[in-house]
């Protein structure tokens, strides 16, 4: 009784995984059999970002003129349509369509067209939706021609079904995107093999690791004013000072993030001769960090100030100096960066001076053997070009300094960060989308596809101003010690999110994102 009740539980649980229906194209071939077949098969192809009441009546009418289904999607990398498309990975795209009862397999089509697997299936009947046959006024579209031809050559028949409903995927993402960033991160976890137990070792691990940071120090002040409201001649506001904070930015919060995750960090930079250098060593002194400042008697210590009113940010005001380090600047960097023994380099480049053309070959050819290679310059109030860091293990730029890096205003996310990733010559590229989350490139293998995103995760935004930061240091140091980019992308994702929850450029502790973790686990567990 007991082992004939086990058993009607394990059928259950089995009937009811719909990723059994996901085959191969060559296990679909295997099941339906060569033609001509005694039971007939009919396939439809399609995006699918969001599976809505059009598709399903496309779908049932195709199920009723044939034994089987057969429900074809577009892979990811040939969706390029619309920007941030996908919104839905192609795994989630084929669960959806798989827990459809009408649907009697998923195929993930791995060619920019179905043509390739009509070729190789021979389906009996391909259908098509009601528009592609009604907007051609001039015979069919190109495409669906080249179909029909490839179905006539063998016996194929294409049909045309219905159009009485049809709705759009892109005007509901559009309109309002359902948030799915949970199921979407169960999928990367699951076909990656990456567990929370091991997203938590990881954040252990960063403990001990050496990072050598250079790069650009930035004080970013806030200086909290109320509002007494205009000048009655000039359109002048007038605000109240009320007091100021200090935060040590730029590259040295960079070193913070690190230090603050377990990291031992060193820091060289170049500083002003004035008491914001001294506030600035103070600062890195408490949380230990081992720095190399270098004076500049002729610059200021770079200084942003913004100016905050009633919640709102009214003005802000720079205090810098931009002109190139002088020659003997760039020799103590570089003899710097030669003596140091280190898991972990990183370049962050606010383009303040450290950085340019002429500097950063010499300070890239100096690094330490076996030493990761990690760069990411910034496009603010001045333009860095994360191109000019060539050969990196990891870069992570922004979609702005994307886009100016490549010249490049018009091309969707996907292709322009594959492009980047190319041009760039890095082993892996984290895109960063603001609150849409992250793009990460990698060098595909059999084992593993080449790009996947991972969501936002922060709930609550009072802050956005240095969660790039974070995410830097920690995707570095899960990178450093796993290997892993998609661990090391989750990890700096899940820094990034607790940054944005928090007003003021301070280092991110580990703890917080242990409990943006669990959090986000329990998340997943309820999806």
């Known amino acids: 009784m007991v082992r004939r009740a086990l058993r009607e539980v394990i059928t259950t649980v089995e009937h009811h995984d719909y990723r059994r229906k996901i085959k191969t194209r060559e296990e679909l071939l295997q099941i339906i059999g060569p033609r001509p077949r005694s039971r007939s098969v009919i396939m439809c192809h399609g995006t699918f970002d969001l599976v809505h009441p059009g598709h399903v009546r496309h779908m049932m009418y195709a199920k009723s003129k044939a034994d089987f289904l057969v429900v074809s999607l577009t892979c990811d990398a040939h969706i390029g ?6 919104f839905v990975p192609q795994e989630l795209r084929a669960m959806n369509l798989a827990a459809l009862e009408v649907v009697d397999y998923v195929l993930i089509d791995e060619h920019p067209t179905p043509v390739e697997n009509i070729k190789f299936l021979k389906p009996d009947y391909f259908a098509k939706g009601y528009s592609y046959f009604k907007d051609s006024k001039d015979g069919l579209h190109p495409k669906t021609r080249e179909e029909v031809e490839v179905l006539e050559s063998y016996g194929g028949e294409i049909i045309f079904t219905p159009g009485d409903v049809v709705f759009s995927s892109s005007a509901f993402l559009e309109h309002t995107p359902p948030n799915i960033a949970a199921e979407k991160l169960t999928t990367l976890m699951e076909s990656e093999g990456v567990t929370f ?5 990881a954040l252990t691990s960063c403990a001990g690791v050496r990072v050598h940071v250079v790069g650009d120090t930035i004080v970013d002040s806030y200086a909290y004013c109320t509002p007494l409201g205009g000048m009655a001649k000039t359109p002048t506001l007038s605000l109240k000072y009320e007091r100021r904070a200090d935060f040590s930015g730029g590259a040295a919060v960079v070193a913070k993030h690190l230090q603050k995750a377990g990291g031992t960090v060193r820091f060289s930079t170049v500083l002003g001769e004035d008491p914001l250098k ?22 200021p210590t770079t200084q942003k100030t913004v100016f905050i009113a009633g919640g709102y940010r009214v003005l802000k005001v720079d205090t810098l100096d931009n002109r190139p380090i002088s020659d003997k600047l760039l020799e103590q960097l570089v003899e710097a960066l030669s003596g140091s023994t280190t898991d972990a380099v990183i370049f962050s480049d606010f383009r303040h001076g450290m950085f340019s053309r002429a500097t950063i070959p010499q300070l890239t050819d100096c690094l330490p053997a076996g030493a990761l290679r990690v760069a990411d310059s910034q496009v603010a109030s001045r333009w860095g070009n994360i191109l000019d860091f060539q050969g990196c293990d990891l870069i992570t730029p922004n979609e702005r300094e994307a886009r100016f890096a490549l010249g490049d205003q018009d091309s969707v996310i996907r292709p322009l960060a594959l492009d980047l990733y190319k041009k760039a010559g890095c082993k892996t590229l984290i895109l960063k989308l603001g609150d849409r989350g992250i793009l990460t490139y990698r060098a595909p293998n059999s084992d593993v596809r080449s790009f996947f ?26 990178l450093a010690t796993t290997g892993s980019q998609v661990i090391a992308s989750i990890l700096g994702s899940m820094a990034a999110a607790v940054a944005c929850e928090h007003e003021g450029n301070n280092p991110v502790d580990p703890a917080d994102v242990l409990k943006k973790l ?3 686990e329990q998340r997943m567990e309820y999806a």
């Open 197 to 201: 137990e091991k997203l938590r070792a």
């Open 453 to 478: 995103t991972v969501d936002s995760f922060a709930e609550n935004v009072v802050d956005p101003v240095g969660s790039g930061d974070a995410l830097l240091a920690y995707s570095t140091l899960a």
């Open 81 to 86: 349509k619309a920007n941030f498309r996908p």
């Open 278 to 299: 001294d506030f600035v060593l103070q600062d890195l002194a408490s949380y230990g960090i081992a720095c190399d400042a270098f004076v500049d008697h002729t610059r």
């Open 518 to 520: 669990n959090a986000v």
